[in-house]
């Protein structure tokens, strides 16, 4: 059974808009942070925004103003709002959540921007 389901990349064009969903499974609990992390290629993982379970939120000044993360705690599931699209967001993005039980990771779903 995989705990972390993503969904939700594909292609989209410049300017265009993408909504990412990660659900976690409910074997995972006491949930501290959810985050997305994306990696192009040739280049490392890097981390996108992150919220806790309180709610407060920080992301990364190359997408900041563009992309939003939120979450709903009942459903175990953190998005991310990505607007404003640029070719340079090009990457498999990854969820990963971090919880008293252990820190797990997506597979990841590939978001390509092209015209």
């Known amino acids: 059974q995989e705990q972390l389901v993503e969904s939700g990349g594909g292609l989209v064009q410049p300017g265009g808009s993408l909504r990412l969903s990660c659900a976690a499974s409910r074997s995972i609990f006491n949930i501290i942070a959810m985050a997305w992390y994306r990696q192009a290629p040739g280049k490392q993982r890097e981390l996108v925004a992150v919220?806790?379970?309180?709610?407060?939120?920080n992301t990364a000044d190359s997408v900041k103003g563009r992309f939003t993360i939120s979450r709903d705690n009942a459903k175990n599931t953190v998005y991310l709002q990505m607007n404003s699209l640029k070719p340079e967001d090009t990457a498999v993005y990854y969820c990963?959540?971090?919880?008293?039980?252990?820190?797990?990771w997506g597979r990841g779903t590939q978001v390509t921007v092209s015209s």
């Open positions: 990963n959540v971090n919880s008293v039980v252990g820190l797990y």
């Open positions: 919220i806790t379970s309180g709610g407060s939120t």
